[in-house]
């Protein structure tokens, strides 16, 4: 079992900045793709790639979980990466985004399009093995909402598919069903499907959590022909990540996540 490994999803031959050894491209949804990323990919081994277009990097996730193991497994994307840096920059940035009501949105991600001078501050291996000393899983910074995230699902989204989601969950892991309320009643959510953590976890999980998003895709009758509204099983991962956190009540480390801009000069 090899130390520690981060995924870092993509979805063709995106440049990926020099990394850490610990971080490997991972191409998702490679069944549905005739582009040779030369990344390995989530179609070989037990895998579910042509779920793509509706679980989106959870095909790479669920590939991850069965056909490989690591003392510490993480997740990441091509444009997002955790940092540990605190930015001067963007803590005084944050102060028009509060102003105009949207600082709760930014806070905790640095958009930038200067990969020149942030790819060396992506989390290292020797900051995640430091940090797992004292803490169980690192998290983006969470996402605080004016409003719950039950509103904030159904601004985007079907509202039936929260109280099928509930349904579900009070069949299959009745234990969840007060996690699940609080948080949609709740204003925090941690977003992108992002995590490092030990394999016992990042296991419990998935198998927890694809139990859930099984039947839901099969019980849904979600839109599959909507290029947005089909990926269903994908978004309400992100709201489930943060159940599951809620019910577990592990010790959490939340870092800043660098998003590098789709533009030129740091389009990957």
């Given at each position: 079992?090899?130390?520690?490994?981060?995924?870092?999803?993509?979805?063709?031959?995106?440049?990926?900045?020099?990394?850490?050894?610990?971080?490997?491209?991972?191409?998702?949804?490679?069944?549905?793709?005739?582009?040779?990323?030369?990344?390995?990919?989530?179609?070989?081994?037990?895998?579910?790639?042509?779920?793509?277009?509706?679980?989106?990097?959870?095909?790479?996730?669920?590939?991850?979980?069965?056909?490989?193991?690591?003392?510490?497994?993480?997740?990441?994307?091509?444009?997002?990466?955790?940092?540990?840096?605190?930015?001067?920059?963007?803590?005084?940035?944050?102060?028009?985004?509060?102003?105009?009501?949207?600082?709760?949105?930014?806070?905790?991600?640095?958009?930038?399009?200067?990969?020149?001078?942030?790819?060396?501050?992506?989390?290292?291996?020797?900051?995640?093995?430091?940090?797992?000393?004292?803490?169980?899983?690192i998290l983006p910074v969470s996402k605080?909402?004016?409003?719950?995230?039950?509103?904030?699902?159904?601004?985007?989204?079907?509202?039936?598919?929260?109280?099928?989601?509930?349904?579900?969950?009070?069949?299959?892991?009745?234990?969840?069903?007060?996690?699940?309320?609080?948080?949609?009643?709740?204003?925090?959510?941690?977003?992108?499907?992002?995590?490092?953590?030990?394999?016992?976890?990042?296991?419990?999980?998935?198998?927890?959590?694809?139990?859930?998003?099984?039947?839901?895709?099969?019980?849904?009758?979600?839109?599959?022909?909507?290029?947005?509204?089909?990926?269903?099983?994908?978004?309400?991962?992100?709201r489930l990540q943060t159940v599951w956190?809620?019910?577990?009540?592990?010790?959490?480390?939340?870092?800043?996540?660098?998003?590098?801009?789709?533009?030129?000069?740091?389009?990957?």
């Amino acid at each position: 079992m090899s130390t520690a490994k981060i995924y870092v999803a993509c979805h063709q031959k995106e440049r990926i900045p020099d990394l850490d050894p610990i971080y490997i491209p991972l191409q998702v949804g490679k069944v549905h793709s005739k582009i040779e990323s030369g990344f390995i990919a989530d179609d070989s081994g037990i895998n579910i790639s042509e779920k793509n277009p509706f679980y989106s990097e959870l095909t790479g996730w669920y590939w991850i979980w069965k056909n490989q193991q690591h003392k510490i497994v993480g997740t990441s994307h091509y444009r997002r990466y955790f940092t540990t840096k605190k930015s001067v920059f963007h803590k005084l940035l944050s102060i028009p985004h509060y102003l105009i009501g949207i600082r709760k949105k930014r806070i905790g991600l640095y958009y930038t399009g200067n990969i020149k001078k942030w790819h060396k501050y992506i989390l290292s291996s020797k900051e995640i093995k430091e940090i797992l000393k004292d803490y169980d899983i690192i998290l983006p910074v969470s996402k605080v909402f004016k409003y719950s995230v039950a509103e904030q699902y159904t601004r985007r989204h079907r509202a039936e598919d929260i109280v099928l989601t509930r349904k579900i969950l009070s069949e299959l892991q009745p234990e969840y069903v007060d996690s699940f309320d609080a948080v949609f009643n709740a204003n925090k959510l941690y977003s992108f499907n992002m995590f490092v953590t030990r394999w016992e976890l990042f296991e419990e999980y998935m198998n927890w959590l694809f139990a859930l998003l099984f039947e839901l895709e099969k019980r849904s009758d979600f839109p599959r022909d909507d290029a947005y509204q089909k990926r269903l099983p994908a978004f309400m991962a992100e709201r489930l990540q943060t159940v599951w956190l809620h019910k577990k009540q592990l010790k959490t480390k939340e870092l800043p996540v660098i998003y590098f801009k789709k533009n030129k000069k740091a389009h990957f």
